[in-house]
């Protein structure tokens, strides 16, 4: 019996990956663990609110002399800011591929309707979208400073408080640090399926790391604003 | 027992359809779902009217062929199939909902009817063993590990119905592609075409318009045999594996 071989070349990794809708989803899942390895750095930093002005806008700066004397000065910060924009950009673009396909796949709802999936799963397109659009706002207000009441540089401390004196400041903050929260539990989990790391023996574990980020991360956050609200932090 | 139906009627592929009311009456709790639209269609051919058409096969749960999507339920709110679904589930005077499978990649052909065949070309597409033909191997030959043959067995339960795709909201067929490429892929006698029939399998399931998996999980509950979730994590685990290792067949 003489089987027919292959003769053409198998395509490279990036582009089966690309290519597939397994392998697109590897892409957001690896993208998504990276900006949440970067949460959870941040959420510890932010906690440092507490202690004081001095130690916050210390700390601010010592983020930009990381790697020093190797790395020049807010070298590190921008190798962090390029590997997040990168992440962005991938997460987002495979998660606007595949929804586009998967909306494409039901075309003819049913006429019998009822709530499907948990709610942390049906809200991870809207509250992807709700988190990007925060990301934008986040950077205008205490990155480039452009919309914030105080925009001292060099001050985040203050920068801060001053944020988190306005109304409309804290809404956008919650309403998004609720949506991170709901979007990390379905998404560190799926993640580690998608991934190939989840078992039917691991599973109650992964869904317990995953609530638990969500919450750390969430309740971490919405400490800031409640802190400047109820006058802990001025 | 007296039950109104909303039927889906679509007289062929390209003609609309809409949800159509009927009145059915004298229907016994221990009839099957399929019998209490046998009694309709019945009624509907002495009317002079044209029956409603409907898959269906064995009508003792093991071949795949019925489906139905009743009351937003795949296969309706008992887990089995539509044909192992009696009457006793639903109580006198209730309203049902009968729609067929929704998928950009299952068509639908005429009333309650899909085309399935996307699922035969994902078979086609490595959903086997190559095997010389000649006589059966002794059975013992191949020692297989019983944790390994409890897991293919699992998946190999699948009978192709499609009510994971019909459950899914993204029209998704990775719990039927993983239930197939687990089955095969965990048996020694599977290994030769371990990487290949993954691959292939899924870009066949990319090919015919099925949507991604977003772990929503509804598939697994609407599987009549029970295919667990995790099917598909050890697929996209195979997947990956094969993507790196390259294909060997």
Known sequence: MVLATRTDRDPSLLRTLWGSTIGKKAVMAVSGLIMLGYLVAHVAGNLKVFFGPEEFNGYAHWLRTIGAPVLHYEWMLWIVRVVLL???????????????????????????????????????????????????????????????????PGRPYENVVATFSTWYGNVIYL???????????????SAAQTLGAGSASRDRALKTVANGLALVLTAGFVAVPVAVMTGLVS | MRLTLRVWRQRDAGAPGAMTTYEVDGISEDMSFLEMLDTLNERLILDGEDPVAFDHDCREGICGACSLVINGDAHGPERTTTCQLHMRSFADGDSIDVEPWRAAAFPVVKDLVVDRSAFDRIIQSG???SVPTGSAPEAHATPVPKADA???????????????????PN??????????????NVLPQGAPERESRVLDMVATMDAEGFGGCTLAGECATACPKGIPLPSITAMNKEWLRATRKGRKS
């Open chain 2, 127 to 129: 959903g086997y063993v």
């Open chain 2, 150 to 168: 409890d897991h293919a067995f699992e998946n190999a339960e699948c009978i192709g119905c499609g009510a994971c795709v019909a459950a899914c």
């Open chain 1, 86 to 152: 990168a992440s962005i950009v991938a997460h987002a673009v495979s998660a606007y591929q595949l929804s586009r396909r998967d909306i494409r796949a039901r075309p003819v709802k049913y006429a019998h309707k009822r709530p499907r999936a948990s709610y942390a799963t049906r809200t991870m397109r809207w509250g992807g979208i709700i988190v990007g659009l925060f990301v934008v706002w986040h950077i205008l207000d205490l990155t480039t400073l452009t919309v914030n009441p105080n925009a001292q």
């Open chain 2, 171 to 184: 029209g998704s067929a990775m719990l039927f592609t993983a239930a197939k490429v687990n089955h095969l």
């Open chain 1, 175 to 189: 309403v998004a640090m609720l949506a991170v929260g709901l979007h990390v539990r379905h998404g560190f989990w």
